[in-house]
T-cell receptor, first 110, second 114 residues
């Protein structure tokens, strides 16, 4: 069965610092992987997705993620965090029945 | 292009009642999925509809049901409400019929059960 693990419930970084959010997945075949962001009171917005091809994926708002099959990981990165990046981030795997991780809440310190 | 619209945005019910939530997908999208989001359980998949047919269903009791109309609008219903049904219910639409469709989410319907 497909599943997603986000090991970090809460991360705090200083504005301007780099960010890496971890995601590990379990999937029986080639995974379709996604990162979504949710601001308070809002729905989820897609940051980026991986289906096949280049394992380094670029997304919106300066985010990127790298698919590593050997580690079953799809970590999200950003070189310099902005205060507006404070939100909840969800990794997801699948298609018709997309499965989400528990989420990582990002706090940005001034 | 209008996004995914969910109504109502907020509602309060009491235990034992039933509730119907509505979702209008992005124009042209034929797939609609429903998710329940709670602080304890996170985002859990309820079901997905494509062209009025339920293609996939999550692990929820039969009190949770849904349907999709010919115009792709979808409704979900929860009968005999329990306190644990309090949650944000998110609807998402997708434009593809294949396995690679990204989901476009609405802002959700927040249900409180008293």
């Amino acid at each position: 069965a497909q599943s997603v693990t986000q090991p970090d419930i809460h991360i705090t970084v200083s504005e301007g610092a780099s960010l890496e959010l971890r995601c590990n997945y379990s999937y029986g075949a080639t995974p379709y992987l996604f990162w979504y962001v949710q601001s308070p009171g809002q729905g989820l917005q897609l940051l980026l997705k991986y289906f096949s091809g280049d394992t380094l994926v670029q997304g919106i708002k300066g985010f990127e993620a790298e698919f590593k099959r050997s580690q079953s990981s799809f970590n999200l990165r950003k070189p310099s965090v902005h205060w507006s990046d404070a939100a909840e981030y969800f990794c997801a795997v699948g298609a018709y029945d997309m499965r989400f991780g528990a989420g990582t809440r990002l706090t940005v310190k001034p | 292009k209008a996004g995914v619209t969910q109504t109502p945005r907020y509602l309060i019910k009491t235990r034992g009642q039933q509730v119907t939530l509505s979702c209008s997908p992005i124009s042209g999208h034929r797939s609609v999925s429903w998710y329940q989001q709670t602080p304890g359980q996170g985002l859990q998949f309820l079901f997905e509809y494509f062209s009025e047919t339920q293609r996939n269903k999550g692990n929820f009791p039969g009190r949770f049901s849904g349907r999709q109309f010919s115009n792709s609008r979808s409704e979900m219903n929860v009968s005999t409400l329990e306190l644990g049904d309090s949650a944000l219910y998110l609807c998402a639409s997708s434009g593809t019929s294949g396995n690679t469709g990204e989901l476009f989410f609405g802002e959700g319907s927040r249900l409180t059960v008293l």
